[in-house]
């Protein structure tokens, strides 16, 4: 049985697939080696029942994930779940990067970018990615992201920058003050996740202009440090994978109008596409 797995730092995307192409979907939180150890990892796929009752059919297992940047971190992940899955000799753990432009791309080669709770761009050949730019995470990147919107809004929050009617509405559904918000970013683990958390807020008053500027000024800030340090970015198509860039395609389209790039696939969950790439290369049927 195949096991391919996208992992951001929110939540991970499961599917398990037989050799007569039945599929199984199922969800656990997210797993970023930077901020989880192999035992937690482990502790939590235990936790979910489906993948707990069919660990022992698993052969092979396509792992992808955010923050799995080197043989280090591939490790953490390994580790974590060769105890789970016990028959399984056949590891596939690569960075979500590589999970991303095969989801966009298949063979072909194109600029792929995930807008997600972190951001992150690669150049992918067919084969191979390649980063032009590092993700520095939510603190000094992860420009357009959802944690760097979340980010963005609490600030104005706290500066009472925010316009008196996003302002009253934030105040009605957080019921929050500076303390509050300071002690759960400063003192709490995943602090990505908790300003990722604050999308929520932001989708449901995109049509203010306070919420359309801001994300403009993201995206505008992504082009700017990401799609355009690739010399020949004109050339090629550029892909979106994750929530912010579905929820948020309308400016999008306008961000690449002015920097000048062509928007290929934009994909909200690219676990979908993974899954078909994998069936085929192993010969299982595709109407999944």
Known sequence: MLLIADSGS?????VLVDANGKKVETSTIGFN???????????????????????SS??????????????NKKKII?????????????????????????????????IVCILGTGSNSCFFDGKDVFENIPSLGYILGDEASGAYFGKMLLIDFLYKKLPENINTKFVQEYKTDKNTLLDTIYKKPHANVFLASFMKFIVANKNEQYIRQMILAGFAK??????????????????????????????????SLK??????????????????????????????
């Open 78 to 110: 390994k580790d974590g779940l060769i105890s789970i899955f016990i028959n399984c000799k056949d590891f596939t753990i690569e960075h979500d990067m590589k999970g991303a432009a095969i989801a966009a791309c298949g063979d072909q080669s194109g």
């Open 10 to 14: 929110t939540k991970t995307d499961w």
């Open 222 to 255: 992504f082009a700017e440090f990401h799609i355009s340090s690739f010399n020949n970015f004109s050339n090629f198509k550029v892909h979106f994978i994750g929530s912010v860039a579905q929820l948020f395609n309308e400016e999008l389209y306008e961000t």
């Open 58 to 71: 698993i052969t092979k297992l396509v792992f992808f994930g955010a923050g799995v940047s080197n043989e």
């Open 33 to 55: 080696p930077f901020f989880h150890s192999s035992s937690i990892i482990e502790s939590e796929i235990f936790k979910n029942e489906i993948l707990k009752k069919n660990a």
């Open 259 to 288: 920097y000048n790039f062509k928007i290929g696939n934009i994909i909200q969950k690219p676990i979908n596409s993974i899954t078909s790439y994998y069936c085929k290369k192993m010969g299982y049927p595709l109407s999944i």
